[in-house]
């Protein structure tokens, strides 16, 4: 019973791993051409580079929050593009 537990859970990973290596390698495929880096280039430079929070807004704490979260898509885009080269 625990080795069937086992083996379950290492399937499930195993897959869960596939389906990962195979997500990163389509950003990869996506943003590789020369288009796709431009995007990338001009997401980064919006989202992340240049998306600072003014401190005088009426409420910094949620500017600050929302500016995080769309600097996080484009490090989760740039970091699937990097661990589709490790693959």
């Known amino acids: 019973a625990a080795s069937d537990v086992y083996k379950r859970q ?24 020369e288009d796709g880096q431009k995007v990338v280039e ?6 992340l580079l240049d998306n600072s929070t003014d401190l005088g807004a009426r409420n910094v704490e949620y500017e600050a929050a929302y500016h995080n979260g769309e600097a996080g898509v484009i490090r989760m885009i740039v970091h699937y593009i990097q661990q589709a080269e490790k693959v």
């Open 10 to 33: 290492h399937k499930a990973a195993a897959e869960a791993r596939e389906r990962f290596s195979e997500l990163t390698k389509a950003y990869s495929r996506c943003f590789a051409t």
């Open 42 to 47: 001009d997401l980064t430079r919006k989202f």
